[in-house]
């Protein structure tokens, strides 16, 4: 099947699918997570089409697509407003379960993952280790067939909507702070289990602490060997950040200030697209964007030839989230005074009330606050660049 | 789109990369800096016979049918060892013009000595009062009974000193509702009666002259081009003229960080190496950044011109607004992190960052060319591809 054939059916199926209050929440994203509810049910609805783990291999449920099919999936998909999937379960877990996990792990979470059924959230970050992730405190400790679980897990993305977690925990306390490390699997209904909502700067939450008191887990839910978690855990942080296709976001971003630029007037009667001063900005910043599309092509060229993006997939993440900032912040000026009405209800699908202000400007400020995130999650601008120095420069 | 350069153009590197490593060292280009010519005659004639000349014209003219790919393929590792001799005014501008648009007579003349090496050109199409606009142009060109007769006065002609021959861009009509209407171009030999000149050394160790025509009388076959519309044969060819500095510049920004790492890592200050420092590692980072955006703007720019893309004019915009950027930040910050060294004559970093400011600004500033993207993408909407 040729690659415009295979966009064409995308396409129609997009079409058929998206219900409208789908769309909605689509359009409607603030950040990278989109309405709960309308996201499990366009999940659904891929699982049903056989659609919903593209990446996977073909025998644990993948669709068996081209780099480059994929790659027209993802896009026709966020071009089409679709919700983006839950991405720690599908593409953090899912994949490294697959590496790394024994076969009745795979058996029974992988279609679970599928389905829809298992909601996964990430237990990395502690309120002591972030950017230095090694230095985590929450302790497993080996009780019989079990591990009894303390601590505490904080920036756990959609925790109060999940019904597992996977975790880091110290399971050593010899050797390098690494090594005392162990990769576990935890049911969130466990006794002693609890989550913390932590509000965010747009009044929404998105991410929680999680409290670990005497939680009781099976030896079984172990991935790797016993402080072997570190090299596991590695291998999905390489998910996390080859994962993301940035030129996409970069397009809708870009399509979005066109429309507030044609539409918006600024100072003196003009429409902002007729702003020289603003207009310059505009191409500054999509011209770094086109290099980066330009860049993440030389990175998929290199993967189908066989190759890895080596630390530019660092370079990706960096330029990717930085160019992201910038453009949430040209659409603040256009937008202004508007952008200040803190309407949450107008930003569920289904609202049915009048918005105030132009509909075009009813994400900005929420998207820029909460868009600040994308250079300190999955690895900080400074790690990245740190890793760059070390791996690329030999620093 | 993705790049996949064939054996030929991987061996084109690697040859043009060795011999230049084993040939062509700072030190020789300083002392050819500092002669009379300002470049260095025996490399120009072995450029020719490596077959580096006539890498990108036509089968037809007697060269490989290369295209912008291997002009940037080549003028990438000029600007990593600063190579000085006329590539881009004599075969990229010139040889580039004459193969274009140049009357039969004139290209069977200058054209095998362009591409052997034996002739030197220069592209005379600046005047002094708008340096930013090629379209402005005050110099005339009259019909005569059996050709035109020029009058007026070109700035800053790049390797005029050097030049057998000139392309002069002279008005033969009125501003159209295009202000590149009305300009034509003229191939004229520099000892046409009437041509004077002022030579002048420039910041990046090449020569340059002011040209002053009084009463040029040339032949009707001087003509290159169409008559009114010589942009329409230059266009093109400035196109190909900014994927050679540019990839000059990726060239010269390589070798700047390359040098920067291994002075921060030899540099020992506070008892121990700089490049240990966080703020230093990072800079550094931030300069490969710059330069790896750039990197892939400039392969996807030269294969969308080889390939006719829609959006190539689009893309050349784009490349020569980030590498006005790209070559200040990195320039600016391999001196910076030089410290002292950087700011002398002796030491190779400060040739690379003139040179880059030479390029940053010729064939229109970052400005210029971001303005003309604006412009470009407004008439044209990119489709994902």
Same mark, same amino acid.
């Given at each position: ?395 | ?58 089968? +037809? $003219?007697?060269?490989?049918? /290369? *295209?912008?790919? @291997?002009?940037?393929?080549?003028? #990438?590792?000029?600007?990593? &060892? %600063? ?5 881009? +005014? $004599?075969?990229?501008?010139? /040889? *580039?013009?004459? @193969?274009?648009?140049?009357?039969? #007579?004139?290209?069977?003349? &200058? %054209? ?5 090496? +034996? ?8 005047? @002094? ?257």
């Amino acid at each position: 099947m040729t690659d415009n054939v295979f966009r064409s059916d995308v396409r129609a199926f997009l079409t058929e699918s998206l219900t409208p209050d789908i769309k909605r929440a689509g359009e409607l994203m603030t950040s990278v997570f989109a309405d709960f509810d309308a996201t499990m049910e366009w999940h659904r609805i891929l699982y049903a089409k056989g659609w919903v783990a593209p990446d996977w291999p073909e025998e644990h449920g993948g669709t068996g697509w081209t780099l480059s099919q994929r790659y027209i999936f993802q896009e026709e998909c966020k071009l089409a407003n679709a919700p983006a999937l839950f991405a720690m379960g599908l593409q953090m877990l899912g994949p490294m379960l697959i590496r790394y996990g024994t076969a009745e792990q795979k058996n029974y979470y992988l279609p679970r993952m599928l389905s829809g059924e298992d909601v996964w959230c990430q237990g990395y970050s502690e309120p002591g280790a972030g950017s230095d992730l090694a230095s985590l405190i929450t302790a497993a400790v080996r009780d019989g067939d079990d591990y009894i679980i303390n601590g505490s897990k904080i920036w756990t993305s959609y925790a109060q909507h999940s019904n597992k977690i996977f975790c880091l925990v110290r399971t050593s306390k010899e050797g390098k702070p690494q090594a005392g490390i162990s990769f576990i699997l935890v049911d969130m209904d466990t006794k002693g289990l609890s989550v913390e909502p932590i509000v965010g700067l747009d009044g929404t939450v998105e991410q929680c602490q999680v409290y670990f008191d005497d939680v009781r887990v099976p030896a079984a839910n172990l991935v790797g060997a016993e402080n072997q978690g570190w090299d596991v855990a590695k291998s999905l942080l390489e998910f996390e950040r080859g994962g993301h296709n940035f030129t996409i976001d970069h397009k809708k971003q870009m399509a979005k200030i066109d429309h507030q630029a044609s539409t918006q007037l600024s100072a003196g009667g003009g429409l902002w697209k007729d702003n020289p001063v603003f207009a310059a900005k505009v191409a500054d910043v999509a011209v770094d964007a086109l290099a980066l599309e330009f860049t993440e092509l030389r990175v998929k060229g290199a993967f189908e030839a066989g190759g890895n993006a080596g630390a530019l997939s660092s370079l990706i993440k960096v330029m990717g989230t930085e160019i992201g900032q910038r453009f949430n912040e040209l659409s603040l000026e256009i937008m202004a005074e508007h952008a200040f009405v803190k309407q949450l209800d107008a930003l569920v699908p289904g609202f049915e009330g009048d918005a105030i202000g132009p509909s075009c400007g009813l994400t900005t400020m929420a998207e820029y606050i909460n868009n600040r995130a994308a250079t300190i999650y999955g690895g900080s601008a400074e790690i990245q660049r740190d890793i760059i120095a070390k791996r690329v420069l030999h620093l | 789109m993705f790049i996949e350069y064939s054996e030929e153009q991987n061996m084109l590197r690697d040859s043009a990369e060795r011999y230049l490593r084993d040939n062509y060292s700072f030190e020789s280009r300083q002392a050819a800096v500092k002669q009379a010519r300002g470049f260095d005659a025996d490399q120009w004639q072995t450029f020719a016979e490596l077959g580096w000349l006539a890498m990108t014209f036509k089968e +037809e $003219s007697d060269g490989f049918g /290369g *295209g912008a790919l @291997e002009t940037m393929i080549l003028c #990438e590792q000029f600007g990593k &060892y %600063l190579v000085l001799e006329p590539y881009l +005014e $004599s075969v990229v501008l010139v /040889g *580039g013009l004459v @193969e274009a648009g140049a009357q039969p #007579e004139i290209k069977q003349r &200058y %054209l095998s000595g362009l591409i052997a090496g +034996e002739r030197q050109g220069a592209f005379a199409y600046l005047e @002094e009062g708008a340096v930013a606009d090629p379209t402005y142009v005050q110099t005339t060109a009259e019909s005569s009974a059996d050709g035109f007769v020029l009058n007026g006065k070109k700035t800053v002609v790049l390797n005029g000193p050097e030049a057998d021959c000139f392309i002069v861009s002279a008005r033969t009509g009125a501003v159209g509702q295009d202000s590149s209407q009305g300009i034509s171009l003229f191939f004229i030999h520099k000892d046409t009666p009437g041509l004077s000149f002022t030579q002048y050394k420039t910041y990046d160790g090449r020569s340059a002259s002011e040209l002053q025509l009084e009463n040029v009388a040339v032949s009707d076959q001087a003509l290159v081009g169409e008559l009114h519309n010589g942009f329409a044969t230059a266009t093109p060819v400035f196109s190909r003229a900014m994927v050679a500095v540019c990839a000059e510049a990726v060239g010269a920004m390589d070798a700047l960080l390359a040098a920067t790492v291994d002075y921060t890592k030899q540099r020992k200050q506070f008892g121990q190496s700089i490049s240990g420092f966080q703020v230093l590692r990072h800079r550094m980072v931030d300069m490969f950044m710059e330069i790896e955006l750039t990197r892939s703007l400039l392969m996807a720019t030269a294969w969308k011109l080889d390939n006719h893309a829609a959006d190539a004019e689009l893309c050349v915009a784009a490349l020569k607004a980030k590498v006005g950027k790209a070559g200040r930040y990195v320039s600016h910050n391999a001196v910076q992190l030089h410290g002292g060294i950087g700011t002398t004559d002796e030491f190779s970093v400060g040739h690379y960052f003139k040179r880059l400011a030479v390029i940053g600004v010729m064939f229109g500033s970052r400005d210029s060319h971001l303005s003309r993207y604006s412009q470009l993408s407004t008439q044209l909407s990119v489709e994902p591809s």
